[in-house]
């Protein structure tokens, strides 16, 4: 399957047994990040501990340990990843310390930590799901995407692997190919995720050469003033819909429907959520009835509607009432999802 690899699961009484107990196996894939990676230049000392972190990546490290490296770089990210560890540690679960760190304010954790702990936990709420297209949506919640709008086309492409490709001269202009692409790219490194090509992505594992089709709709006009629109069966948004569903239930057993708009025709309008810093300040924006510029509006490309299925479950002066989800672009075409909007900002009953 296409994401981050996980750690082993294992029941934690205290929680959710679905919930996650950090293994070696997730500490040690962070050895391998270029930040904690061994250079030519490595000294002695930062050679022996990332190998004994290695051997057991749980193992105690002495002050001492860290202060005998040499670069004082790698002395400083060696650190960061040893708290971070023993932070997980202590919080006994992924969700349970990525929770208390994202209610805890201001986040100082390296932004790799926190997406390789979404990713992991993205991992687990797919597992046994075999919809390309869902897993496809389950990487914008913890990689970054490269966005291209043409012909009422929203197309989102793995931002790392877009920028490498562009500067590796691997397909050229980014925006000039995603225009060109009104059938899968089979000529490139990158392709349109499709019906025909969606187990081939489900094998590739973390191949990140796959965009997702972010259009919802399809408006054909056919003349006399007549025009068509269609749902397009394999919509991007709507197997993103189906992954917040996922997440929510997962950190908080609350079964929730959320399906895309097209836009806010609401005049009782009461709360939203913005998934990413660009949507909650449109949102905001809208809801206080300020108007919007044309370009700014033209960044919005997802609007969802999520409703409980239990109103009991809602906070009592919003029970019944919908939440308005919006997702957006930023001016250079860039999109980062944070999920966690959606675990602070939902008006539950109670908090969890």
Known sequence: MAHDSSPDASPQAAADPRWLMPSDAFFRDFLALPQLALCSDSCGAERALLAALDESP???????????????DARDNI????????????AGTLEAYYLALMRGG????????????VGAIVGTLLAGVDDAFEHRAGELLYRSQRVAVSEGRVLAADRETADRLADSGGFGDL???LRE??????????QVLAADNAAAYLQAGADRGF???????VSNDVGHGLVFTMTRAHSGLRALARVLERWIEHFFAVAVAIRPLQRIDDAAWSWHIGLDVEATALLNDLWHGEAIEPERNARFIGLFRLEFARAAEMRADLAGKPVYLGLAM???????LKPQNLL??????APM
């Open 58 to 72: 749980q193992r105690a490290v002495s002050p001492a340990d860290c202060s005998a490296i040499v670069d004082a």
């Open 79 to 90: 650190r960061q990843f040893l708290a971070f560890r023993d932070a997980v540690v202590a």
């Open 106 to 117: 201001r986040v100082a954790v390296p932004p790799v930590f926190v997406d390789r702990v």
């Open 175 to 177: 925006g000039r190919l």
């Open 181 to 190: 692409a009104a059938v899968p790219l089979r000529g490139s490194r990158l």
């Open 211 to 217: 965009l997702l089709d972010l259009t919802h709709e």
């Open 330 to 336: 930023t001016t250079d075409q860039t999109l980062k």
């Open 344 to 349: 602070l900002d939902l008006p539950l009953a």
